[in-house]
């Protein structure tokens, strides 16, 4: 299987059908995005969705790059890197996640971030592969709509 990959610029019903079908096998307790929150997502300024195509013309992965500006520069993040169970071990992921390196690159962000579970060993390998370095850090996460702020 050959595997390409483009940019969302418009979303049609293969997109809304194909993320209907991946992201519960990312995550079983984030819906799928509806038609409407994908456009939002596409007309996002510094925000790609990257899908992966088989030879087929069907949608077999995705990816979104979010880039972004602080204070200390150009900044990028890779999120929500799925692809279908399957058509995994075609290189659909690591093809996804090139052409967020690339993109991100060429807007001049000086990293790009992702994080990934331990329990996705296939995915970690992955990002080891294409050059990520794993980092010293904590990461926290604080759940807005589950709790008040400790006083």
Known sequence: MTVTIEEVREVTLDVVAAL????PQLSSSS???TADELAEIVAQP?????V???DDNTIVGSLTLVTF?????????IEDVVVDEAARGQRAGERLTLAALDKARA??????DLTSRPSRAAAN???????????????YRFELEARDPVS
């Open 52 to 54: 992966a195509r088989a």
């Open 31 to 33: 819906p799928a995005p």
């Open 69 to 77: 500006r602080i204070p200390t520069g150009l900044r990028a993040w």
């Open 125 to 139: 390998r992955l990002y080891q592969k294409v050059g990520f370095g794993r980092r010293e850090t904590n990461v």
């Open 46 to 50: 510094g925000t790609t969705l990257f």
């Open 107 to 112: 807007a001049g962000a000086s990293t790009v």
């Open 20 to 23: 209907a079908r991946l992201v």
